[in-house]
Structures are given as C-alpha cells and as structure tokens.
C-alpha cells in the first residue's frame, strides 16, 4: 500500500486557511450578535430606532460572510451557491434598511431590520 506524502507547506496553507475561516466565523456570529442583541435591548423602550450600531453590525456580517464564502472555495470546500446568494441579498437588505432608517429615525425600519435579521439566522439554520 502507497502512502500519500502531503507537503509540508501544503499543510501550512490548509491550516492558515482554516484558522481564517473560523476566525471569520467567530467575527460573523459576533456581529449576528451585536445586531440581535441590539434589537432586543431596543425593543424593550417605547420608541425603537435604528442606530449606527446596526449598520456596523450590518457591514461586519456582509465582509465576514463573503470571507467565510472565500475560504470555503480556497479550500475547496462544498459552498451551497443559492443559499450564500439568498443570504446576501438578505444582510444587503439589513445594511440598506438600517443606513436609511439611521437617517430617517423612523420605526419601521427597526422593525424591518429586525424582520430582516431573523429571515436571515432562518436561512442560515434550516437551509440545508
């Protein structure tokens, strides 16, 4: 039986990459968090708005998504494509709403953001 010598600046690659992609995991659940955790904390007073801290949160889960995406690629992991698009489209959709709501200081962009945010932890959980 043959053994199959992997080298070891192949190995060094893989493992780089790897410790990327769960370091822009963690930063990608870091900013689910912020966004959600804001929504709750907002929810509660009698007159919600949009802040700035959704639009960063929003811009955090649109950058990490796409290196989460990248690293999947880079090795040559299975990326399910409709899924990723329909996920973009969705923090697209939070990063506009929230930006134009921060502006317009109305209430029904923080709720739009907030319906926005919960279709896209849906997709990203029972979307297999």
């Known amino acids: 039986m043959q053994k199959t010598v ?13 410790s990327l ?5 963690i930063f990608h659940l870091f900013g689910f968090a912020a966004l959600l955790g804001g929504i709750f904390y907002q929810v509660r007073g009698k007159d919600p ?24 690629i880079s090795l040559d992991l299975p990326v399910p494509h409709a899924k990723m698009g329909v996920k973009l489209a969705l923090d697209l959709l939070v990063a506009a709403t929230a930006l134009v709501g921060m502006r317009n200081k109305g209430p029904w962009a923080f709720y739009a953001v907030a319906t926005f945010t919960a279709a896209a932890a849906v997709v990203a959980v029972a979307w297999t």
């Not at 080298?7 to 060094?12: E, K, N, V």
């Not at 708005?49 to 989460?68: D, E, F, I, N, R």
């Open 6 to 18: 992997v080298p070891s600046c192949l190995f060094g690659k893989i493992l780089l990459m790897e």
């Open 21 to 25: 992609r769960y370091t822009f995991l």
């Open 49 to 72: 708005v949009t802040g700035s801290y959704m639009v960063t949160s929003a811009v955090v889960q649109l950058v990490t998504g796409a290196g989460l995406i990248w690293t999947r």
